[in-house]
């Protein structure tokens, strides 16, 4: 009866040369294509390095001219203008302008490149339902694995710096994009598409001229919620190497200084805050036509 | 009739949605009714042998009850819809041959469709709405603009162009919807209930839109309806479907008249008959001239009734368009006109 109350497992040496196996196979596929890899992703680095010594680069007047003219472009709401410029002057006040700017570069950086992949993600699955079925599960397991997992890999094959901790950021935001991508445009009336049908439009006349211009708010929220949990996983990207605030954060952690936590954190907060009020206000004004004057 | 007016030609259409349609095909050519069909096979039968031939430049309705396979007939024609089995010939092309490019060309060109939830782009302004089948055939902006807005003109629109869909009343959007599916100037329109989610009296504006456009226009319509008198009203020729199949395809005055079946008698029990029936189908044919006034052969029975009551006992003289003496029609013709056929109760209505 002793299986019965201990778990029949596998025998520890076998375990052991399974982890091993694992772990070896990968370190070759690293040693292999390791510098492939990274020359793969040179473009994004330099891309994403130019753009934070833009950002810290540039005078601080011209920053927030230039954030306060996005946040107008954005909400159109003076409430909004007014508290975007007052979170950026009490955040250099106190001392983290340098690294809001880098953590502001990476957050663009990790959004542009979920963009860019996560939507024609979630169009493929609209078109799909065998895309659906296949990209569900994986979405699935990179929202719910936990991040440090999938950090070690990434580091393995990319070391520590930025690039990797962009990337780690990108598995762990772009989920939301493309999920709500797919919801958009399945959840488009039925009879307008069939409308569009009828008169004879083809599937990219019907994609960009009325599926995605319907879906634009619901795509919107997936941008918006990209932002958010990009932001999130600011404190973790730090670990491997990413400058920011999040590494301010990390050092008050291991050495309990609870002020230095207390305002870096505060400043991820206003980050999120101040884009999650312009996105959201954008999304509203996208359809607006949607609430004009109904009977 | 010759055959170069008919323009659209459904032969033997058979529609089964469900899983094994094939293998339902067969049950259903061998005779298997549609609820037997439906525990067998667990496949709804949606048109069951239609043969329907649509005269060029008439309004042909088609009507039934809910359910009755009308709307998945009319989404044939245009194959936004597959058919399980049948031909459809359009100016003698089959279109179901047509590959999809063809088919994209063809509902560019040949037919445009109105909706009964109207279907609009809500994210589109009116006159982008109406441009919009001129705008996917890459028609350039200036001049689908001028086209859309010489529709909107037409349908009584005119200052809205830069409204949106749900800024407008359902009258106003489905005024839209008619002016998009005329813009592309196809020859053919398809009308799925256009107006049943109108109320009564904006439904019947836009019934005297259509005629009045009809008039000028000459399109050969397809209309969908479940309302007998917007049937009547609007129909050159009427067809009545009754699950998924044709029961009777004839001149509206043949369906009051002579009705096929029970189904048709009880579609038309609650009609009133004097203000549809027309003078030729109650007259007693003959060409010489009676001795009361002459009335044209189109007239209805209600008009013609106070023709009469100023002297009930002269027959009236029915002449058709041309002049041409016809018919005469006594007050005992009239009457037994507007009765009811004797089948269908007794009642006398007020």
Same mark, same amino acid.
């Not at chain 1, 954060?249 to 936590?261: D, E, H, K, W």
């Not at chain 2, 298997?32 to 042909?60: S, T």
């Given at each position: ?21 694992? $772990? ?31 950002? &810290? ?7 927030? !001219? ?76 990179? @929202? ?29 935001? &772009? ?7 797919? !919801? ?6 039925? $009879? ?18 009325? @599926? ?14 990209? &932002? ?18 999040? !590494? ?11 002020? !230095? ?12 805050? &101040?884009?999650?009020?312009?996105? @959201? ?10 609430? $004009?004057?109904? $009977? | ?9 459904? *032969? ?9 349609? #094939? ?85 560019? #060109? ?14 589109? +302004? ?14 350039? =902006?200036?001049?689908? #603009? ?6 909107? *003109?037409?349908?009584?629109? %005119? ?15 489905? /005024? ?7 813009? +592309? ?26 005629? %009045? ?13 479940? %309302? ?13 479907? /009754? ?7 004839? %001149? ?33 044919? +003959? ?10 052969? *189109? =007239? ?20 058709? +368009? ?10 005992? #013709? ?17």
């Amino acid at each position: 009866m002793d299986w019965f109350f201990n778990f029949p497992s596998m025998e520890r040496n076998d375990l052991r040369e399974f982890k091993k196996s694992v $772990d070896f196979t990968f370190t070759d596929f690293t040693r292999s294509y390791g510098a492939d890899i990274e020359g793969f992703f040179e473009p994004l680095l330099m891309f994403l390095v130019w753009f934070e010594k833009f950002f &810290i680069n540039t005078p601080w007047p011209l920053i927030i !001219l230039m954030i306060l003219v996005f946040a107008w472009f954005g909400s159109r709401s003076i409430s909004v203008l007014v508290g975007t410029l007052i979170s950026f002057l009490t955040i250099g006040y106190f001392g983290m302008w340098e690294d809001t700017m880098s953590t502001l570069a990476i957050i663009l950086v990790a959004t542009f490149l979920c963009i860019s992949i996560g939507i024609p993600m979630g169009i493929a699955m609209a078109r799909s339902n065998k895309i659906q079925a296949l990209v569900v599960p994986i979405l699935d397991i990179m @929202q719910t694995i936990p991040s440090f997992v999938y950090l070690i890999p990434v580091v393995m094959l990319l070391g520590i710096g930025k690039v990797p901790g962009l990337i780690a950021v990108c598995i762990y935001a &772009i989920p939301p994009i493309v999920r709500l991508t797919n !919801l958009g445009i399945r959840l488009v009336d039925k $009879d307008v598409l069939e409308a569009s049908d009828s008169f004879g439009a083809n599937y990219w006349q019907k994609l960009f001229g009325v @599926q995605m211009p319907l879906a634009l708010p619901t795509i919107f929220a997936g941008v918006n919620q990209t &932002i958010m949990m990009a932001l999130a996983m600011v404190v973790i990207a730090s670990m491997i190497g990413v400058k920011g605030l999040g !590494l301010p954060v990390l050092r008050a952690i291991s050495n309990q200084y609870l002020a !230095l936590g207390l305002m870096n954190g505060l400043a991820i907060v206003v980050l999120a805050i &101040i884009f999650d009020r312009v996105t @959201q206000k954008f999304g509203l004004r996208m359809q607006k036509y949607r609430n $004009d004057g109904k $009977d | 009739m010759s055959k170069n007016d008919i323009l659209i030609k459904v *032969n033997q259409l058979y529609k089964i949605f469900g899983d094994n349609s #094939n293998e339902a095909l067969n049950l259903v050519k061998g005779g298997m009714g549609k609820d037997e069909l439906l525990e067998k096979c667990n496949c709804v039968l949606g048109l069951n042998k239609i043969n329907l031939d649509i005269r060029k430049a008439k309004i042909q309705v088609v009507m039934g009850l809910s359910g009755s396979g009308k709307s998945t007939l009319i989404r044939h024609l245009n194959r936004l819809i597959e058919p399980t089995s049948g031909e459809i010939l359009v100016n003698d092309q089959d279109i179901l041959s047509l590959s999809q490019k063809e088919l994209i060309q063809f509902r560019q #060109n040949n037919m445009s469709m109105v909706f009964q939830k109207f279907a609009l782009f809500p994210h589109k +302004t009116v006159l982008q709405n109406v441009g919009y089948g001129l705008a996917i055939q890459n028609i350039p =902006m200036s001049e689908w #603009n001028e086209r859309a807005k010489k529709w909107i *003109n037409r349908v009584g629109l %005119d200052g809205y162009e830069t409204y949106y869909p749900g800024q407008l009343s359902g009258g106003m959007q489905q /005024r839209v919807g008619l002016a998009r599916a005329l813009a +592309t100037d196809a020859e053919i329109l398809l009308m799925d209930e256009a107006f049943s989610a109108l109320d009564p009296l904006i439904r019947s504006e836009m019934q005297n839109i259509l005629l %009045d456009l009809q008039n000028e226009l000459h399109k050969t319509i397809i209309f969908i309806t479940h %309302d007998l008198d917007e049937a009547l009203k609007i129909g050159d020729r009427i067809a009545i479907l /009754r699950d998924g199949t044709m029961v009777q395809d004839s %001149d509206p005055q043949k369906i009051i008249m002579q009705p096929a079946d029970d189904y048709v008698s009880d579609f038309i029990k609650d009609i009133n008959r004097a203000r549809v029936i027309q003078a030729k189908s109650i007259m007693t044919p +003959t060409n010489s001239k009676s001795t009361g006034p002459v009335v044209q052969e *189109n =007239m209805v029975l209600e008009d013609i009734l106070q023709i009469m009551s100023e002297s009930p006992s002269k027959p009236v003289t029915i002449e058709d +368009t041309k002049g041409k003496i016809t018919g005469k029609i006594e007050m005992a #013709n009239l009457i037994e006109g507007m009765k009811r056929p004797k089948s269908q109760g007794t009642n006398i209505t007020g």
